[in-house]
């Protein structure tokens, strides 16, 4: 009996999806629930697992191709798995034959204008596998940059481009490649931010020295009562998420001739992967203690990197946060992401010389910056706002009394 594989229903904000790899190809053997093909869309990577156990029988659209909701994409003739057991059962008997010719028998050499594709092309998708055999390259030795290491069509021309082994082919070597779906949905938002916001960006610094004591002290103790490690984004999601309750504005949207104020901190926590920056959202952070932000984090860092984001996951937030440090960025001005009215960029930590009681000390300082919509926050209320962040995180304790 035949199945037909079709495109998930997608949500409302998105109309149609791109199809990234297929995991099968026709005549591959498939069991229920083993994903077939990634279908990207403007916002996250969607698995289309087989409903049934079977072979895949038929493929509609090659990797590429543009699809929508509810649309066919592939046959899987259910149940034929089981039938073609026998002869794959004979195929190492045949193999032993073969490798055992009759005495006195010549080998037979192999044509040389007929190469045999090297086994390793055999794992790849359709479209990159004819990549390979057409290019002549072994994927074997190609680096592969898709999710999970796998090696993509882009991987093989690049590699056939170049020579192998990474080398230019050519003084001045160039190469045309169109933007993924996700990457062209980001210049998208980060042109409508640009175009549509009054953008303005505000500074301070943080001595982190308090907060890193605490990690030090605590957080051992920490991670064996949680079983999660004390990072430093549950003090800034922390201390984001009280000062959003006291200055409501910031944690404010536009809509229209209206500004919307959001009783809730659902903070947008930025994600980098090898597709591009995501923003999952961790909802009622204003109700959530250390722990349960930093597995949440975990947890939505894990996925992305795997891939594994479902869309609601991206959807709502009231503020973002971004950590530029990671990457030993010391100084950033962040983009809002729309419809949101603020982002709070964390950065390096670095030991620098400060004044205390007197005295100069070195400490671990941190710059901060808040790019916000000026439409609706004024700059005092963007100052006020970041000097909060700055005393609850050199007063940890403050946090934790509500202050």
Do not use: C
């Amino acid at each position: 009996m035949s199945t037909e594989i079709k495109v998930p229903v997608l949500p409302e904000s998105v109309s149609d999806a791109t199809i990234a790899t297929w995991h099968k190809k026709p005549g591959d053997a498939v069991k229920r629930d083993e994903n077939l093909v990634d279908l990207e869309t403007d916002k996250v990577v969607l698995e289309v697992p087989s409903p049934v156990d079977g072979v895949l029988k038929e493929i509609k659209f090659e990797e590429g191709a543009t699809v929508t909701s509810q649309q066919l994409i592939a046959i899987v003739e259910a149940g034929a798995a089981a039938e073609s057991k026998p002869a794959a059962a004979a195929a190492p008997a045949a193999a032993k034959a073969e490798a055992a010719p009759a005495a006195g028998a010549q080998p037979v050499t192999p044509k040389a204008d007929a190469p045999k594709a090297p086994a390793a092309n055999d794992q790849l998708p359709p479209g990159a596998r004819f990549a390979a055999n057409t290019q002549g390259v072994d994927a074997a030795q190609v680096e592969g940059t898709g999710r999970k290491g796998a090696v993509t069509k882009e991987d093989i021309l690049n590699y056939a481009k170049s020579g192998g082994v990474g080398s230019a082919a050519g003084a001045r070597p160039e190469e045309r490649v169109p933007m993924t779906r996700m990457r062209a949905r980001i210049a998208e938002r980060l042109m409508q931010s640009k175009n549509s916001i009054a953008m303005l960006t505000s500074f301070n610094e943080v001595n982190l020295g308090k907060v890193m004591a605490m990690r030090k002290e605590l957080g051992e103790s920490f991670e064996k009562a949680n079983g999660v490690k004390l990072g430093f984004m549950s003090f800034f999601a922390k201390a984001a998420a009280n000062a959003l309750q006291r200055h409501p504005i910031v944690n404010a949207s536009v809509d229209g001739n209206d500004v919307i104020y959001h009783g809730y901190a659902d903070i947008s926590i930025a994600v980098s992967t090898d597709k591009g920056l995501v923003t999952p959202v961790l909802r009622n952070v204003e109700r959530m203690g250390f722990a349960d932000v930093e597995k949440a984090i975990g947890d939505y860092a894990k996925k992305a990197r795997d891939g594994k984001l479902a869309l609601e996951d991206l959807q709502g937030g009231t503020f973002t946060i971004t950590n530029g440090g990671t990457f030993g960025s010391l100084m950033s001005t962040p983009i809002v992401n729309p419809p949101q009215s603020a982002i709070l960029g964390m950065h390096a930590i670095k030991e620098r010389a400060i004044v205390e009681n007197g005295a100069v000390v070195a400490a671990p300082m941190m710059y901060i910056a808040l790019s916000y919509d000026h439409r609706i926050i004024d700059g005092k209320d963007a100052v006020l706002f970041l000097v909060d962040i700055k005393n609850q995180l050199e007063n940890p304790h403050r946090m934790l009394l509500g202050m």
